[in-house]
């Protein structure tokens, strides 16, 4: 899953089950909340395996049999495989091992499952932990995801469909709705630019054309030689498309058709949503696959929150016979001989399994989980073409509902006066307010408001927690003031609850686009 702070795209690669123990351990990529009870989705049982029998519990009582169950003197009788990590990429790989047969443990040092796409609650309100918006929900094509997992474990969740992806409030009141159906999308981004219209055209369909070709495979993982020869005798003509592409950034395909400075920086803003950089470091195929996709499948927003997909996952996990561990905080990956054979926790337990999956993320996988060991070759060669992305601040806020006028979008995207600020700390917006569509997760009368924004974890670095927790509140305070003055007079008297967060650097950006994607 690309998971920006501003969306998500799921994208996991399914996991082969494997007999044999691994050459190498894996590392997914970090990948797009509601009621406790998650009453919007079922699952059935219907895909659990023959002859076993699976007595539902409260994964949280996993605990003390799952303890005994991985310990090295019961490797026969133990574990197929262990996933670090309960994110949705996580809990997608143990699930499709577990409806293969596998018998999977998932350890988690939270007391929740979701990683970024988690949730929690304060005084009423029901956050989601990362973006609202999500992709993958779709009932068609092979992009949807989220979907296919869910049904792979006998799960379907309820969503609502939104109407608008994003509302761009842009420099030179360049004001643009993103709207679900793509031509009427079109017809609102050529009223500002009626003299490029032919230039939009041949850039979207560009995307089009790379999705349409992404959407005809079964899409599982662009990085795998197997799978892509396999998929290549199959479907000849997409693959040869996305390998012409790949090394294409969406900045220089879009100058090739379009010479207006604020359309190609409105297309800069597109790309920044996806990749947190602009369109000249964005790949062509990442882009692509977002720009379609929110017209193809669209946004859904899960009724109940973004939580109950990790939920559904979860629960499906053990529907299928296997466990979760919460409070379980994984310090190490064991290996012998070069090949990962268990982990051990900060308590000092120790689970083994024929394979190990690790859903933390690529830097913290080889930086800490790994001690002592060479790098693969294949990971020197991804750190050499990708850094981390910038921190985020990220502010959640409960707001009376009077606040906001009656045709409020869910989602917005600011970039006041200079568009030179985009990928400047701070200087670009991103606004969720999930209430919009579900109004189950506030209080009666109030409304969420999650605000995402760059930042510079050197304007951070060497502060005493009481000046760090000041400097939190002065950014926030400039921020509401921002939204207030753009989008919503009286913002700051109407607040009933504010948290403010610093978001760790865990994202991923490519910056040579010559080997590789990453969603």
């Given at each position: 899953?690309?998971?920006?702070?501003?969306?998500?795209?799921?994208?996991?690669?399914?996991?082969?089950?494997?007999?044999?123990?691994?050459?190498?351990?894996?590392?997914?990529?970090?990948?797009?909340?509601?009621?406790?009870?998650?009453?919007?989705?079922?699952?059935?049982?219907?895909?659990?395996?023959?002859?076993?029998?699976?007595?539902?519990?409260?994964?949280?009582?996993?605990?003390?049999?799952?303890?005994?169950?991985?310990?090295?003197?019961?490797?026969?009788?133990?574990?197929?495989?262990?996933?670090?990590?309960?994110?949705?990429?996580?809990?997608?790989?143990?699930?499709?091992?577990?409806?293969?047969?596998?018998?999977?443990?998932?350890?988690?040092?939270?007391?929740?499952?979701?990683?970024?796409?988690?949730?929690?609650?304060?005084?009423?309100?029901?956050?989601?932990?990362?973006?609202?918006?999500?992709?993958?929900?779709?009932?068609?094509?092979?992009?949807?995801?989220?979907?296919?997992?869910?049904?792979?474990?006998?799960?379907?969740?309820?969503?609502?469909?939104?109407?608008?992806?994003?509302?761009?409030?842009?420099?030179?009141?360049?004001?643009?709705?993103?709207?679900?159906?793509?031509?009427?999308?079109?017809?609102?981004?050529?009223?500002?630019?009626?003299?490029?219209?032919?230039?939009?055209?041949?850039?979207?369909?560009?995307?089009?054309?790379?999705?349409?070709?992404?959407?005809?495979?079964?899409?599982?993982?662009?990085?795998?030689?197997?799978?892509?020869?396999?998929?290549?005798?199959?479907?000849?003509?997409?693959?040869?498309?996305?390998?012409?592409?790949?090394?294409?950034?969406?900045?220089?395909?879009?100058?090739?058709?379009?010479?207006?400075?604020?359309?190609?920086?409105?297309?800069?803003?597109?790309?920044?949503?996806?990749?947190?950089?602009?369109?000249?470091?964005?790949?062509?195929?990442?882009?692509?696959?977002?720009?379609?996709?929110?017209?193809?499948?669209?946004?859904?927003?899960?009724?109940?929150?973004?939580?109950?997909?990790?939920?559904?996952?979860?629960?499906?996990?053990?529907?299928?016979?296997?466990?979760?561990?919460?409070?379980?905080?994984?310090?190490?990956?064991?290996?012998?001989?070069?090949?990962?054979?268990?982990?051990?926790?900060?308590?000092?337990?120790?689970?083994?399994?024929?394979?190990?999956?690790?859903?933390?993320?690529?830097?913290?996988?080889?930086?800490?989980?790994?001690?002592?060991?060479?790098?693969?070759?294949?990971?020197?060669?991804?750190?050499?073409?990708?850094?981390?992305?910038?921190?985020?601040?990220?502010?959640?806020?409960?707001?009376?509902?009077?606040?906001?006028?009656?045709?409020?979008?869910?989602?917005?995207?600011?970039?006041?006066?200079?568009?030179?600020?985009?990928?400047?700390?701070?200087?670009?917006?991103?606004?969720?307010?999930?209430?919009?569509?579900?109004?189950?997760?506030?209080?009666?009368?109030?409304?969420?408001?999650?605000?995402?924004?760059?930042?510079?974890?050197?304007?951070?670095?060497?502060?005493?927690?009481?000046?760090?927790?000041?400097?939190?509140?002065?950014?926030?305070?400039?921020?509401?003031?921002?939204?207030?003055?753009?989008?919503?007079?009286?913002?700051r008297s109407s607040i009933d609850f504010i948290e403010v967060e610093l978001k760790p650097l865990t994202s991923l950006i490519l910056l040579y686009i010559c080997n590789s994607i990453h969603c």
């Open positions: 899953m690309l998971n920006s702070p501003i969306l998500s795209l799921s994208n996991h690669t399914p996991i082969i089950y494997h007999h044999t123990p691994p050459t190498k351990f894996q590392s997914l990529p970090s990948c797009s909340y509601g009621r406790p009870e998650f009453s919007s989705g079922s699952c059935s049982n219907a895909f659990r395996r023959k002859g076993v029998v699976v007595k539902v519990k409260g994964m949280m009582k996993l605990e003390e049999e799952v303890v005994e169950s991985g310990k090295r003197g019961d490797f026969g009788e133990g574990f197929d495989a262990i996933v670090i990590g309960s994110g949705i990429g996580g809990l997608v790989a143990g699930t499709q091992l577990a409806v293969k047969g596998a018998k999977v443990l998932v350890l988690e040092k939270y007391v929740i499952p979701g990683g970024s796409s988690g949730f929690y609650h304060r005084e009423g309100y029901t956050f989601d932990v990362g973006s609202s918006v999500m992709f993958g929900f779709s009932d068609k094509g092979n992009l949807n995801l989220i979907t296919q997992a869910l049904e792979a474990v006998g799960c379907r969740m309820q969503v609502i469909p939104d109407p608008t992806t994003v509302h761009f409030h842009l420099p030179n009141h360049l004001s643009v709705r993103v709207h679900r159906e793509y031509d009427k999308f079109i017809e609102e981004l050529t009223s500002y630019f009626p003299h490029e219209k032919d230039g939009i055209l041949k850039f979207y369909g560009e995307c089009w054309k790379i999705f349409n070709a992404l959407n005809s495979l079964e899409l599982k993982s662009l990085e795998e030689p197997l799978y892509l020869f396999g998929q290549f005798f199959q479907k000849p003509l997409e693959c040869l498309t996305l390998a012409y592409y790949l090394p294409q950034n969406a900045g220089a395909i879009a100058r090739k058709y379009i010479q207006d400075p604020q359309l190609l920086s409105f297309i800069d803003a597109e790309c920044f949503i996806v990749s947190t950089v602009n369109a000249l470091q964005t790949p062509m195929i990442n882009a692509s696959m977002v720009l379609c996709d929110r017209h193809f499948g669209g946004i859904n927003y899960p009724l109940g929150g973004v939580g109950g997909i990790a939920k559904s996952l979860a629960k499906g996990l053990v529907d299928q016979g296997s466990q979760i561990l919460y409070k379980a905080n994984v310090t190490s990956i064991i290996t012998e001989q070069g090949k990962a054979v268990g982990v051990r926790l900060s308590d000092g337990r120790e689970f083994f399994a024929k394979t190990i999956i690790s859903n933390a993320t690529r830097w913290d996988t080889f930086g800490k989980l790994v001690k002592g060991e060479s790098l693969p070759k294949e990971e020197e060669n991804f750190q050499k073409v990708y850094v981390k992305a910038p921190s985020f601040l990220s502010i959640h806020m409960g707001v009376k509902a009077e606040v906001l006028p009656p045709d409020t979008d869910c989602h917005h995207f600011v970039l006041e006066n200079n568009w030179t600020s985009l990928e400047e700390p701070y200087g670009s917006i991103f606004l969720s307010i999930p209430t919009i569509l579900d109004s189950s997760l506030a209080p009666e009368g109030r409304h969420i408001l999650h605000i995402f924004t760059t930042s510079s974890m050197d304007d951070w670095q060497g502060l005493s927690r009481i000046d760090y927790e000041a400097k939190k509140q002065v950014v926030a305070d400039e921020i509401i003031s921002r939204l207030e003055k753009k989008l919503f007079p009286g913002l």
